[in-house]
T-cell receptor, first 114, second 113 residues
Framework: AQSVTQLGSHVSVSEGALVLLRCNYSSSVPPYLFWYVQYPNQGLQLLLKYTTGATLVKGINGFEAEFKKSETSFHLTKPSAHMSDAAEYFCAVTLGTSYDKVIFGPGTSLSVIP | DAMVIQNPRYQVTQFGKPVTLSCSQTLNHNVMYWYQQKSSQAPKLLFHYYDKDFNNEADTPDNFQSRRPNTSFCFLDIRSPGLGDAAMYLC????????????FGPGTRLTVT
């Protein structure tokens, strides 16, 4: 069965600094990977996803993530943090077949310091 | 704009009093999901519909039921809410199951008094 871990339940960065949110997965076969963002009292919104092909995936709001099979990782980065990036971020994995549900990681809360 | 709509956004119910949360979608997606999310936790899948086929998670309490009368609407019924059922309830849709991304509604925050 697949699983997701996110190192660091809370990350603080200064405005303009690099954002790095870590995600590692466990899966017996290559998975499909997602990053979602959740603002307070809102639903989740897809930032980006990896299915097949290019391992560097670009998403909305300047975020990108790189699928590294050898490291079983899918870390999320953004070169320069903005105050509006403060939110909860969830990494998610699925094997992709119709009977596989999406497994969400525990989430990382990102704070941006002015 | 195509979207997932949840009503109400905030719901207060009394201990043991049945409550129904609603979700509608204009995306014409085949799959609809209900998640429970407690503070500072990941969403927990309760059940999902693939078209009319209902799929219950093994650990979803019997207290939680769902109905999908048509493609656009899905309801979450909590038959006898307990204090532990206070949470954010998220509805989501996807075009198909599997690798397709999910589109989430804004959620309904349930308070049990």
């Amino acid at each position: 069965a697949q699983s997701v871990t996110q190192l660091g339940s809370h990350v603080s960065v200064s405005e303009g600094a690099l954002v790095l949110l870590r995600c590692n997965y466990s899966s017996s076969v290559p998975p499909y990977l997602f990053w979602y963002v959740q603002y307070p009292n809102q639903g989740l919104q897809l930032l980006l996803k990896y299915t097949t092909g290019a391992t560097l995936v670009k998403g909305i709001n300047g975020f990108e993530a790189e699928f590294k099979k050898s490291e079983t990782s899918f870390h999320l980065t953004k070169p320069s943090a903005h105050m509006s990036d403060a939110a909860e971020y969830f990494c998610a994995v699925t094997l992709g077949t119709s009977y596989d549900k999406v497994i969400f990681g525990p989430g990382t809360s990102l704070s941006v310091i002015p | 704009d195509a979207m997932v709509i949840q009503n109400p956004r905030y719901q207060v119910t009394q201990f043991g009093k049945p409550v129904t949360l609603s979700c509608s979608q204009t995306l014409n997606h085949n799959v609809m999901y209900w998640y429970q999310q407690k503070s500072s936790q990941a969403p927990k899948l309760l059940f999902h519909y693939y078209d009319k086929d209902f799929n219950n998670e093994a650990d979803t309490p019997d207290n939680f039921q769902s109905r999908r009368p048509n493609t656009s609407f899905c309801f979450l019924d909590i038959r006898s809410p307990g204090l532990g059922d206070a949470a954010m309830y998220l509805c989501a849709t996807s075009r198909e199951a599997g690798s397709y991304e999910q589109y989430f509604g804004p959620g309904t925050r349930l308070t049990v008094t």
